[in-house]
DNA sequence: CGACTATTTGAGCCTGATCAAGACCGGTGG
DNA sequence: CCACCGGTCTTGATCAGGCTCAAATAGTCG
């Protein structure tokens, strides 16, 4: 983006944090604000009436929340870590990007890559067994870490066994037993707050594209 | 869309016309062209190696293909039934859009309703038992063809059990189960190429929010 | 330390998958 | 007209991957 984009985009943004565990916002509250995140790691999900959750994904640094042009959040979404964004006040920001073409298209690229990542989850859900999605969670996440510290074998996982529960369409106990039968098998290594990837080599191999 | 707009397409607009079963491009070609659909029903899907299968899901008239902003394709496109397109070289469309904002625009609330709809996809899949997601499935597909043609309690369904039942992460067998379930409740009705529904309260029960 | 929550581990069960026939249906040609 | 064929769909029987229920263990934060 180019100087006057940001510099029209700083007066309009105010900063938010929110410490570990508060909520951004609720599915169906008015969608007044869109975000994007500046540090740490949102969980973003959809609850049934019958207490079943899905985590639609998480944000981290990059990420927009809530550019979906719906007049309510299609989803709540809650801080996993201490976070910080940037708010936008929706309005400000619709009508800023009719003005400057530049940001327009920021976000329209940013909304063509969520959707790649829902249609590539889609797969996941769909005709992915239990250990395949575990695995093709832990690569992607790896991966989508590795585009802002660098890659690392080390991953951290800010999100608790039942959130990557609740993503992959899996229980709890189906997640903790994958995890433990890799740390036997040398695969990983416990890390605090995260886990360690030992032999990326076979964890690839889980997964058939 | 203005009147510049629609003329400014309509000079880099080819149609494209194809048979039933007919593929428009496959997962992996080189994405020289976005498509808006005219006429008819498309398949999207991608492959895994050993055969599996998932239905990203179906165009109808009035959607975009191959909008992703990536060098190829990621899913495979075929026909469901004759249809016809209009086809757009990208490098063109981009350019318009770059130019035209009103088509960014366009474009950009047709990725977020995608967006949108493959979100919802996600908690079907990760979250609903077998008879929730066919419901899912017939209550939005009906939903989605009630938008264009008016809504009516006779559903069309080009697509194949097969097809359903890789979009929904399920079997042919458990998909053909309970509609002939639904049937025999007197819920739906068999009737050639789709269904009636005859029940849509006892249909849309079965689905908690 | 102690209360609480998150995670791990074990045992048994159930939903939906798999395997296997058989029915249906449209097209084709004798 | 109907026998045949290939594909799609239905139906039945059995199986198993992952869920449920239950309990022990490990963290975490006052």
């Known amino acids: 983006m180019s100087e006057d984009d ?21 599915a169906g509250d008015l969608a007044r604000f869109v975000y994007t995140v500046t540090s740490g790691t949102l969980r973003l999900q959809r609850d049934l009436s019958d207490g079943r959750r899905q985590v639609i994904g998480f944000a981290i640094p990059g990420d927009f929340i809530g550019l979906s042009l719906d007049e309510t ?8 870590t201490a976070v910080s964004l940037c708010r936008f006040d929706r309005k400000d920001f619709t009508s800023l990007s009719h003005s400057r073409q530049s940001l327009l298209e920021r976000l329209h690229l940013a909304a063509t890559h969520e959707l790649t990542i829902a249609q590539d989850h889609m797969v996941v859900l769909g005709r992915r067994r239990a250990e395949e999605r575990v695995a093709a969670f832990v690569l992607r996440w790896r991966e989508r870490l590795g585009r802002i510290n660098g890659r690392s074998a080390t991953v951290g996982l800010p999100m608790s066994r039942q959130d990557m529960a609740d993503h992959l369409g899996l229980t709890i106990e189906t997640v903790s037993r994958t995890m433990a039968r890799w740390m036997r098998d040398r695969i990983i290594l416990d890390v605090p707050g995260g886990i360690r990837v030992l032999d990326q080599q076979r964890l690839a191999a889980i997964l058939p594209d």
């Open 6 to 26: 940001i510099a029209d985009l700083e007066r309009l943004a105010a900063h938010v944090e929110l410490p570990t565990r508060a909520p951004l916002f609720h």
């Open 73 to 80: 959040y299609r989803f709540s979404a809650d801080a996993l």
